[in-house]
Every structure is written in C-alpha cells, then in structure tokens.
T-cell receptor, first 111, second 117 residues
Framework: SQQGEEDPQALSIQEGENATMNCSYK?????LQWYRQNSGRGLVHLIL?????REKHSGRLRVTLDTSKKSSSLLITASRAADTASYFC???????????FGAGTRLFVKA | NAGVTQTPKFQVLKTGQSMTLQCAQD?????MSWYRQDPGMGLRLIHY???????DQGEVPNGYNVSRSTTEDFPLRLLSAAPSQTSVYFC????????????????FGPGTRLTVL
C-alpha cells in the first residue's frame, strides 16, 4: 500500500491565491519530498525536508513537517497559472532505500 | 548533460510478448529506480539499484526483471506482457541512496507509455 496520502485530491484556485496541500503517512520516515508533475511529463523535485526539520522554504514554497502527527503540508504562495500541475509527496522510511509516492493532488490555477 | 533518458517513448505489445525498456543517465548517479504510474495514482516502485551489480525489489516487482551492469544503464525487462502492465513507466536516478547524507533529489526521465493488448 502507498505510504503517502495527499489531501485534497483536487484543488482549483484563482491566480494570486495561496494553495495548500497536505500529506499523511503511516510509518517513521528519514525524509519527505514534494514533486510536481506537469501533464504527460516526468516528475520534478521541488523540496526535501528531513525528519529532524519542521519547516523549510524555497522561493514561493513552504513545507512543514509534523512527525508526531505523521503529516506534512506544502504551501504555494501567490499562485500562477504555470503552477497548474499534479503535486506528489514521497517518503523514505527509516532503515530502507525505497521512495514511496502518494496518489497526488491536482492543482488548477485559473488565470 | 542529457540527464535521464528513456527509450522508447511509446510501445504497444501483445499479451505474452517480452520487451526491454531502456534507461540511461549521464550524471554518475549511484541510485536508480523504476516506477509505474497508473491513471489517477501516484508512482509505484518496481525495482531499484544502489549501484552497479546490486538490485532489489520495490512494491510491485512481479512480472519485471532488472539488471545493473554499469553505473549508467538500468534496463527494465517485461518477461511476458499482460494487459495489467499497461501503464506509464518512469526511470529515476539520484546521487545516493534516499537515506544518504548526500541525497537531495531524484531526477526523472520523460517516461515510456506502454500499452499491452
């Protein structure tokens, strides 16, 4: 079964608004990553947060991690039409080499 | 650098046929992996390799074989294709194991769309 579960499954917002996506997981992790996938393309890495970190920023992206709740959130501020894509969280378990992906959140940003 | 390349881009097979999906990277990455992505789902790990000569199974290995004779190449073999293997296949690579201190991100290829009739 997949480790990460994203919420919501789909999100539609206006350009300029913020978009928040959540990810929950089941077991202890070494790190958690967020990826973006444009339609019909491969995945592109956005940001990685390690289990001993609580928050990380990269440009318009902000990721938080709560290991006690086994959850993470990705915030995209001031969204643009070009942010329209699917966003996936991926977890790497402690003691393993496998990266496990969730089912993703489809984000649609209306111009 | 070409990054991660995959061939072919599209393939149609008949049930029972075999084929090899090619994956190559020119970044001297230690870690390589194969995923499949079905409609509306995330990626599921098929096989992975932590270096030349070393491979291991992921979440959904049945029906697939891999080998890693060089650092650059990581082919995926479908032994006897079944309609359930219709999917988009992605190859990815990274500098080190996902837990490693140097680990940063996986680089993905453009994918191979496979249809099994």
């Amino acid at each position: 079964s997949q480790q990460g579960e994203e919420d919501p499954q789909a999100l539609s917002i206006q350009e300029g608004e913020n978009a928040t996506m959540n990810c929950s997981y089941k077991t202890s992790i070494n790190n958690l990553q967020w990826y973006r996938q444009n339609s019909g393309r491969g995945l592109v890495h956005l940001i990685l947060i390690r289990s001993n970190e609580r928050e990380k920023h990269s440009g318009r992206l902000r990721v938080t991690l709560d290991t006690s709740k086994k959850s993470s959130s990705l915030l995209i501020t001031a969204s643009r039409a070009a942010d329209t894509a699917s966003y996936f969280c991926a977890t790497v378990n402690t003691g393993g080499f496998k990266t496990i992906f969730g089912a993703g959140t489809r984000l649609f940003v209306k111009a | 650098n070409a990054g991660v390349t995959q061939t072919p881009k599209f393939q149609v097979l008949k049930t029972g046929q075999s084929m090899t999906l090619q994956c190559a990277q020119d970044m001297n990455h230690e870690y390589m992996s194969w995923y499949r992505q079905d409609p509306g789902m995330g990626l599921r790990l098929i096989h992975y390799s932590v270096g030349a000569g070393i491979t291991d199974q992921g979440e959904v290995p049945n029906g697939y074989n891999v080998s890693r004779s060089t650092t650059e190449d990581f082919p995926l073999r479908l032994l006897s294709a079944a309609p359930s293997q219709t999917s988009v296949y992605f190859c990815a690579s990274s500098y080190s194991k996902p837990q490693g201190a140097r680990y940063n991100e996986q680089f993905f290829g453009p994918g191979t769309r496979l249809t099994v009739l």
